[in-house]
């Protein structure tokens, strides 16, 4: 580890002892979950590298951003519009969340009967052991639960934490209320920059996440073909590191990879075995570095073809529209962008079940795996729905409920080879 790296996380002020617990074990479960892999796109090399320097080099950038003058924001969701933060010259950056390690100290403040998420999120910056948190000016928490929109009074305890009033439903009082939650951000983004944002730098910023998406969103066409070209464990990393890396510099090496993996395609190589059973998982997020529900499917056999998550097609599928020329048309065009992500915080909401419906035909899937974290009680209660449409469309799913700890990794195993089984029959 270097020791460049070392003084600049003590400079930011991160505990260095509980850091190195906490990375310890990283490189050796990357090694078993990832590296291991055989017939991997060579494209993979570069978000390998990022993983392996995750709490080095971009957090340089960061650092070099603040001591020019710019301002690092903070977030934990795809409703907060990257596009505002970025036409006021800051850097947007997510948080990490999907590790048990914090957890505990997540709970000395906030109730067990939480999601892990949530408990981690808080536990990292009460930790002190991510970088990212330590760099950050201020965080953007929203409300798409009540978990969460509570926990932020207690994260703002240690870090400044703005919050923005997510709707519930989608009719016309919520479309309003949302648009003005968005200009509300773009005041506070401006207060807090010193920064205008002005018509050209939010039609230019627009374009800049909107090409970030449509390279995942070719990432994921290319994991339609049989045999998939990329394993489902990869393309959830490039996922989770796209809430995190140089949104230029990420589109490139994506869009690299895609050009590899299209090749691949056309010659009919993949990284599993053509009629493997073809997975999609749906429900709640997967926040780096949590990979153990890809990596037991993965190894039983399967392979994971699609993600309808937050950390999934919900990230990218819905993009901003580029035809607006003021700039409240710019607004209301994140706006719309936003309410027509259908995650389980809306009511009612059939259109996530007719998202499901759909990928799972697109991506010809042989099962869903239906991911709930633990205590998250709006993806909990939408299974019911899901489960009926799949079952009527003659879709084989099964529930997971899990957190972010290893110890129910055999279980899990048990209960997906079964799964897997059925399939094949």
Same mark, same amino acid.
């Given at each position: 580890?270097?020791?460049?790296?070392?003084?600049?996380?003590?400079? +930011?002020?991160?505990?260095?002892?509980?850091?190195?617990?906490?990375?310890?074990?990283?490189?050796?479960?990357y090694q078993d979950l990832y !590296?291991?892999?055989?017939?991997?796109?060579?494209?993979?090399?570069?978000?390998?590298?990022?993983?392996?320097?995750?709490?080095?080099?971009?957090?340089?950038? !960061?650092?070099?951003?603040?001591?020019?003058?710019?301002?690092?924001?903070?977030?934990?969701?795809?409703?907060?519009?990257?596009?505002?933060?970025?036409?006021?010259?800051?850097?947007?950056?997510?948080?990490?969340?999907?590790? @048990?390690?914090?957890?505990?100290?997540?709970?000395?403040? !906030?109730?067990?009967?939480?999601?892990?998420?949530?408990?981690?999120?808080?536990?990292?910056?009460?930790?002190?052991?991510?970088?990212?948190?330590?760099?950050?000016?201020?965080?953007?928490?929203?409300?798409?639960?009540?978990?969460?929109?509570?926990?932020?009074?207690?994260?703002?305890?240690?870090?400044?934490?703005?919050?923005?009033?997510?709707?519930?439903?989608?009719?016309?009082?919520?479309?309003?209320?949302?648009?003005?939650?968005?200009?509300? /951000?773009k005041e506070k983004i401006e207060?807090?920059?010193?920064?205008?944002?002005?018509?050209?730098? !939010?039609?230019?910023?627009?374009?800049?996440?909107?090409?970030?998406?449509?390279?995942?969103?070719?990432? /994921?066409?290319?994991?339609?073909?049989?045999?998939?070209?990329?394993?489902?464990?990869?393309?959830?990393?490039?996922?989770?590191?796209?809430?995190f890396d140089d949104p230029s510099?990420?589109?490139?090496?994506?869009?690299?990879?895609?050009?590899?993996?299209?090749?691949?395609?056309?010659?009919?190589?993949?990284?599993? =075995?053509?009629?493997?059973?073809?997975?999609?998982?749906?429900? %709640?997020?997967?926040?780096?570095?949590?990979?153990?529900?890809?990596?037991?499917?993965?190894?039983?056999?399967?392979?994971?073809?699609?993600?309808?998550?937050?950390?999934?097609?919900?990230?990218?599928?819905?993009?901003?529209?580029?035809?607006?020329?003021?700039?409240?048309?710019?607004?209301?065009?994140?706006?719309? =962008?936003? +309410?027509?992500?259908?995650?389980?915080?809306?009511?009612?909401?059939?259109?996530?079940?007719?998202?499901?419906?759909?990928?799972?035909?697109?991506?010809?899937?042989?099962?869903?795996?239906?991911?709930?974290?633990?205590?998250?009680?709006?993806?909990?209660?939408?299974? =019911?729905?899901?489960?009926?449409?799949?079952?009527?469309?003659?879709?084989?799913?099964?529930?997971?409920?899990?957190?972010? %700890?290893?110890?129910?990794?055999? @279980?899990?195993?048990?209960?997906?080879?079964?799964?897997?089984?059925?399939?094949?029959?």
């Open positions: 580890m270097s020791n460049d790296w070392r003084k600049m996380w003590a400079d +930011l002020g991160m505990d260095l002892e509980k850091h190195d617990e906490f990375l310890a074990p990283l490189p050796g479960i !590296l291991s892999q055989e017939n991997r796109p060579k494209g993979m090399d570069f978000f390998d590298f990022v993983v392996g320097d995750i709490h080095g080099i971009r957090v340089r950038e !960061l650092v070099d951003h603040k001591s020019s003058g710019g301002k690092v924001v903070a977030s934990f969701c795809v409703f907060v519009p990257d596009e505002i933060t970025i036409a006021a010259e800051a850097a947007s950056i997510g948080l990490c969340a999907g590790a @048990q390690f914090p957890v505990p100290t997540g709970e000395k403040v !906030l109730p067990r009967s939480l999601c892990p998420l949530i408990k981690a999120s808080v536990g990292f910056k009460m930790d002190r052991i991510c970088p990212y948190f330590q760099v950050a000016d201020f965080v953007v928490g929203e409300t798409t639960c009540d978990g969460k929109k509570k926990a932020w009074e207690i994260l703002d305890e240690f870090i400044p934490t703005y919050v923005m009033e997510l709707p519930q439903r989608k009719e016309e009082p919520d479309k309003k209320l949302w648009l003005e939650e968005i200009r509300r /951000y207060n807090e920059t010193g920064n205008e944002v002005t018509v050209e730098k !939010l039609a230019d910023a627009i374009k800049l996440v909107n090409r970030k998406r449509a390279a995942l969103k070719r990432l /994921y066409n290319a994991r339609k073909a049989d045999p998939a070209p990329i394993s489902g464990k990869d393309a959830l990393l490039i996922s989770e590191l796209a809430f510099r990420f589109t490139e090496k994506v869009n690299t990879l895609c050009d590899e993996l299209e090749e691949r395609i056309t010659k009919g190589e993949g990284i599993s =075995r053509k009629g493997a059973p073809r997975i999609l998982v749906t429900g %709640s997020p997967q926040p780096i570095p949590s990979w153990k529900l890809h990596a037991v499917i993965e190894g039983s056999g399967g392979v994971v073809v699609c993600e309808e998550t937050c950390t999934g097609t919900r990230y990218f599928e819905n993009t901003v529209r580029e035809d607006g020329s003021t700039l409240d048309e710019h607004l209301a065009a994140i706006s719309e =962008r936003g +309410l027509g992500i259908n995650c389980a915080c809306f009511s009612p909401n059939e259109a996530r079940v007719d998202d499901i419906i759909r990928l799972a035909r697109e991506y010809r899937v042989d099962g869903v795996v239906y991911y709930n974290l633990q205590f998250c009680q709006p993806y909990s209660i939408e299974y =019911r729905k899901v489960e009926k449409a799949l079952q009527e469309a003659g879709m084989p799913v099964i529930k997971i409920e899990s957190d972010f %700890s290893d110890e129910d990794t055999g @279980q899990l195993q048990t209960r997906l080879q079964a799964f897997l089984e059925m399939i094949e029959r």
